[in-house]
């Protein structure tokens, strides 16, 4: 076997185009998941259990459920329901929505962390109940979550090849298309390979300057 720098040459076009797809991916998956999953942890806190139970059955199903899974249910029987849509937004909506259960246990943890004194302080105060949530307790326990948040984020750019499944030209998609055509897949893997692992280490070393950030 023979390195073709060629090869990697000739791809590199393809593997642009699927990185910035990659990236999108990404990017709104992680917005979504941290959105919803915060809108989940807050929900389970309800007090009501008329809206704690169903959270928590969606929750499970979903966290219980392969994402490919996932996936195909999304792009290929939802349509059929009169819900149509590209192949990217359903791959991102579908990460994103996966990985919220994730955060939502992560969110869970970190207002379970805030200690007692703060919610008395807030009741003392006479503080709101909204108020008390966006200004004392939200702050403190977000804190606390940077880390397991941004292990979620390099997990769902791991899984970003998934989405290849339903048709979305990411990085892996690309690749493939590449090495079909020209039968070439030692460089073009490689490539998106080592992509993968600078990308993630690039992430990694954001997320601790951002702990360190809070944690100051």
Do not use: C
């Amino acid at each position: 076997m023979t390195w073709d720098w060629t090869a990697v040459a000739d791809f590199m076009p393809y593997f642009w185009d699927g990185l910035l797809v990659t990236l999108q991916a990404l990017a709104l998956g992680s917005v979504i998941s941290f959105a919803l999953g915060l809108v989940w942890a807050l929900l389970m806190r309800a007090p009501s259990r008329w809206v704690r139970w169903p959270v928590g059955v969606v929750t499970e199903f979903i966290r219980n459920t392969p994402l490919l899974v996932q996936l195909f249910f999304l792009f290929y029987v939802m349509p059929e329901w009169g819900l149509t849509m590209s192949a990217l937004t359903t791959g991102v909506l579908g990460i994103g929505l996966h990985y919220s259960t994730y955060t939502m246990q992560v969110y869970r943890a970190g207002i379970e962390a805030v200690p007692v004194g703060q919610w008395e302080a807030a009741t003392a105060l006479n503080l709101p109940v909204a108020r008390t949530w966006r200004v004392v307790i939200l702050p403190q326990a977000i804190r606390r979550v940077v880390p397991a948040l941004g292990n979620y984020v390099i997990s769902m750019l791991k899984d970003t090849p998934l989405l290849m499944a339903i048709t979305v030209l990411d990085m892996l998609g690309r690749a493939r298309l590449f090495s079909q055509q020209n039968f070439q897949f030692t460089e073009p893997l490689t490539v998106i390979g080592v992509a993968f692992i600078l990308i993630s280490y690039l992430a990694s070393l954001l997320l601790r300057a951002l702990e360190r950030r809070l944690a100051h």
